[in-house]
């Protein structure tokens, strides 16, 4: 790796790293990305896991015994991870700018938090990473179910990767139900995705719901009074339950309230 000099500054170094003694509760292991400048090192939770027994310590790769389709996955959004990273390093390089890797790091997360703003997609995808990263591994593998399936009725329906959260209507909730009935959801899974309402008004337990409401700005009212006092209700009805969801009301610049740290 280069060293900075009085004529430029040097350029870090991205790659992944997988942590193969990190064992989380449900047997796998996390991929992190690992930046390296001038001897000091960041690392970055990817969200990213993989079964110990199917990585190749010796050799830092992915075993030929993992599926192909998921191993081509991984490998992708492991590609796109490390390039995200070094275009943030090259940029920093490029432009000369004293910097070290907790500087890349942040520079590579830049857009990422532009993009969950305003987007239901990636705001569930950096839901996932925080949970991954805090333990919460039971919780994340329902988020990850979750964004999967409203990833592929986006695609199906609105012929896009991700959708903004002023799309999110009463509309969109009854549509995705309706796509979840066709293909033969259970009430369980209904439950999981939506759940009836807690007792408390303020409070959203449900997949989708937590998702969005943890999206909404600070400013955004509270119920007063009753279950929908100033907020506008999503009512979706199953054979067993009736909730009522509030639907996402961003502000004009769509900033939500920040992510638990």
């Known amino acids: 790796m280069a060293q900075s000099t009085d004529h430029k500054e040097a350029r870090a170094s991205v790659r992944y790293v997988y942590r193969h003694y990190d064992v989380q509760k449900d047997g796998t292991c996390p991929f992190f990305i690992c930046i390296t400048k ?151 899974t209904l439950s999981n995705r939506f759940r009836t309402p807690n007792p408390n008004p303020t409070r959203l337990p449900g997949a989708l719901p937590i998702s969005i409401s943890s999206a909404l700005p600070n400013s955004t009212p509270r119920p007063k009074s009753g279950p929908s006092a100033g907020t506008t209700c999503v009512r979706l009805r199953t054979t067993c339950l009736s909730l009522s969801i509030r639907r996402m009301t961003l502000k004009a610049n769509g900033t939500p309230k920040p992510l638990p740290t």
């Open 38 to 188: 001038q001897r000091k090192r960041k690392y970055v939770a990817t969200g990213l896991t993989l079964h110990p027994k199917y990585w190749d310590e010796s050799k830092q790769a992915i075993r030929r015994s993992y599926p192909d389709h998921l191993k081509r996955e991984l490998q992708s959004q492991l590609r796109k991870l490390v390039e995200r990273y070094e275009n943030a390093a090259n940029a920093l390089a490029d432009a000369d700018e004293q910097h070290d890797a907790d500087t890349v790091a942040s520079k590579a997360v830049e857009g990422r938090k532009q993009t969950r703003r305003t987007t239901l997609l990636a705001y569930i995808d950096s839901l996932v990473a925080s949970m991954t990263k805090a333990g919460r591994t039971g919780n994340s593998l329902i988020y990850k179910d979750l964004r999967n399936q409203l990833a592929k009725f986006v695609k199906d329906e609105y012929g896009a990767d991700d959708l903004p959260f002023d799309k999110v209507t009463v509309a969109f909730c009854n549509e995705w139900e309706t796509t979840l009935r066709a293909t033969g959801a259970s009430d369980n």
